[in-house]
């Protein structure tokens, strides 16, 4: 016989899509028959199939009622009925009994739930208390380890300074303090030693000096006279303290301060300059004016001394012209004379001419040179400055602009903090909104749990009570009728017995007794009413 191999499959369906109840074909049930299978028809796959030891009781419970249901339809008879009524009677024991246990057996499984639940919730509490003290000793731990370090760094730094001023006790003199040793009366001035020898203290009366200048007002006045007068002015001249920057920012910023101030204070020396010596101007351009039209020609009848005087007025105006012509001419001549000495030169000149305009030329030509040095060396110089202005200038602005910076970005990293506190505190007022939900749910589930176990016990109990009761009224209602019955027999016994026996003597005496105890009674009482309604 071959081993048996297990072998595993590939499908295209998932284990959710696959048929997880039975086949169950058509089928039909013939007249006068029953199934049992039908009775069974609302056990499905998971819900009480396959079937448990809960489910074949039920089933054998199921059968036993089918069994005494055909017994309870033999027993249709009048004669039977009291025996029909007790096998009833004890059928709604058991289904009773059946559905008591039912219900404990429900209460003890949910009670097992709850307390599963809540020994779990307790374990998950006390897991989470043990993981906060496990927290909080060991910060509390390491907290008093940072604190015995600390105290064992300032014993050991407190040892070593003292170790360092026991070295420099014997080295250590310190200077006389006159006014301290006279203020203390157990100071050797006072209190001197035996051990140290001569007290000069002690004979003070011997170096006393009295002098007539300072026993009487003459002599003060006297020695006053004698001292110059700019002894008595005291000048006391306080020195401005020197501000001691321990930051380098600002000793940077003082650097800075003064380097402008002298940059300011140059830059008004030349401006005072130029106010001083004014250049002209290099751009001003003149505006040429367009020429006045001449006036339009009048004709008046004048007289002849206005005639002359515009004559006069005419010639007179000629001549400024003509004068302003010549100094022009005279003015342009003067500004071009080199060029016109120049120009004279060149036409037969002797050869120490010649040397002398050779020797002038090449005298200008060192003067120009001298004069371009000149103005190169002046242009260094400004070069040299406008260098240095320019760096320091840079240098200014380059750290003002550094300062704006990071001004910006102090700011900046303030308004992220100030925007993180506040989310901070929006996220912590949000969580503890959501923590008090949480809690009330919490609260609310607890209590509705609380409702219901209640609400089921009462139910529970209310149910059991309302059979009990019933139980006791039907009990009772039986038990009544039964003594009813009984009784009423007894009493028709008796009375068949007594009609039977019964006598002319016997009726009259009880129809005398019967007219005795009620009629007359009656008639007296409507009698009393009657009287009472009337009065």
């Known amino acids: 016989i071959a081993e048996t191999t297990s072998t595993l499959t590939q499908t295209d369906l998932r284990e959710g899509v696959t048929q997880t109840e039975p086949y169950t074909p058509e089928y039909y049930v013939p007249k006068g028959t029953t199934s049992e299978l039908l009775s069974i028809a609302m056990l499905s796959y998971g819900c009480g199939?396959?079937?448990?030891?809960?489910?074949?009781?039920?089933?054998?419970?199921?059968?036993?009622?089918?069994?005494?249901?055909?017994?309870?339809?033999?027993?249709?008879?009048?004669?039977?009925?009291?025996?029909?009524?007790?096998?009833?009677?004890?059928?709604?024991?058991?289904?009773?009994?059946?559905?008591?246990?039912?219900?404990?057996?429900?209460?003890?499984?949910?009670?097992?739930?709850?307390?599963?639940?809540?020994?779990?919730?307790?374990?998950?509490?006390?897991?989470?208390?043990?993981q906060r003290l496990e927290d909080l000793w060991n910060r509390k731990e390491e907290e008093a380890h940072k604190k015995l370090a600390?105290?064992?760094?300032?014993?050991?730094?407190?040892?070593?300074?003292?170790?360092?001023?026991?070295?420099?006790?014997?080295?250590?003199?310190?200077?006389?303090?006159?006014?301290?040793?006279?203020?203390?009366?157990?100071?050797?001035?006072?209190?001197?030693?035996?051990?140290?020898?001569?007290?000069?203290?002690?004979?003070?009366?011997?170096?006393?000096?009295?002098?007539?200048?300072?026993?009487?007002?003459?002599?003060?006045?006297?020695?006053?006279?004698?001292?110059?007068?700019?002894?008595?002015?005291?000048?006391?001249?306080?020195?401005?303290?020197?501000?001691?920057?321990?930051?380098?920012?600002?000793?940077?910023?003082?650097?800075?301060?003064?380097?402008?101030?002298?940059?300011?204070?140059?830059?008004?020396?030349?401006?005072?300059?130029?106010?001083?010596?004014?250049?002209?101007?290099?751009?001003?351009?003149?505006?040429?004016?367009?020429?006045?039209?001449?006036?339009?020609?009048?004709?008046?009848?004048?007289?002849?001394?206005?005639?002359?005087?515009?004559?006069?007025i005419t010639f007179l105006q000629q001549m400024i012209r003509g004068r302003h012509s010549q100094a022009t001419m005279l003015q342009g001549k003067e500004e071009r004379m080199e060029l016109i000495k120049e120009l004279r030169s060149t036409h037969a000149l002797l050869q120490s001419e010649q040397s002398f305009i050779e020797a002038h030329k090449q005298k200008t030509l060192e003067e120009q040179d001298l004069r371009a040095r000149l103005v190169t060396r002046d242009d260094v110089v400004d070069s040299l400055i406008s260098e240095l202005e320019g760096e320091t200038l840079s240098d200014c602005l380059d750290f003002l602009t550094k300062e704006l910076d990071r001004l910006k970005e102090e700011r900046r990293i303030e308004a992220f903090v100030m925007l993180a506190e506040r989310n901070r505190r929006i996220r912590e007022a949000e969580e503890s909104g959501m923590r008090q939900i949480e809690e009330r749910r919490r609260r609310e589930a607890d209590e509705a749990f609380k409702q219901i176990v209640k609400v089921h016990q009462d139910t529970v109990d209310s149910y059991l009570e309302d059979i009990i009761l019933k139980t006791i009224d039907s009990n009772a209602d039986m038990q009544a009728r039964k003594l009813v019955q009984q009784t009423a027999i007894m009493i028709d016994e008796a009375a068949n017995k007594a009609e039977n026996s019964r006598s002319t003597m016997d009726s009259e005496e009880i129809v005398a007794q019967l007219v005795l105890g009620f009629l007359i009674p009656e008639v007296f009482k409507q009698d009393h009413n009657n009287k009472s309604r009337s009065s």
């Open 49 to 130: 199939l396959p079937a448990g030891l809960a489910e074949v009781e039920m089933i054998e419970r199921m059968r036993t009622k089918r069994i005494w249901e055909l017994e309870q339809m033999q027993l249709s008879e009048k004669c039977q009925v009291e025996k029909r009524m007790k096998k009833m009677e004890e059928q709604h024991a058991l289904e009773w009994s059946v559905r008591d246990a039912e219900i404990q057996r429900i209460l003890d499984l949910r009670l097992k739930v709850t307390m599963k639940m809540l020994r779990l919730r307790e374990g998950q509490t006390d897991e989470i208390n043990r």
């Open 150 to 312: 600390k105290l064992k760094f300032n014993n050991l730094r407190a040892l070593r300074k003292i170790s360092g001023k026991e070295c420099l006790v014997e080295r250590k003199i310190l200077r006389r303090d006159v006014v301290k040793d006279y203020t203390d009366f157990g100071s050797q001035a006072f209190a001197p030693l035996t051990r140290i020898g001569v007290f000069l203290d002690m004979n003070a009366a011997k170096y006393e000096f009295d002098s007539y200048l300072l026993s009487s007002l003459q002599g003060v006045t006297e020695l006053e006279d004698t001292l110059n007068r700019k002894q008595y002015n005291c000048n006391i001249r306080i020195r401005p303290k020197s501000p001691n920057d321990k930051i380098a920012v600002q000793r940077r910023r003082r650097r800075r301060e003064k380097e402008l101030e002298r940059i300011y204070d140059s830059i008004q020396k030349e401006k005072e300059l130029l106010s001083k010596s004014p250049k002209p101007l290099k751009f001003l351009q003149k505006i040429e004016k367009p020429a006045v039209r001449p006036p339009t020609p009048t004709a008046s009848f004048e007289s002849e001394v206005q005639d002359n005087k515009k004559l006069a």
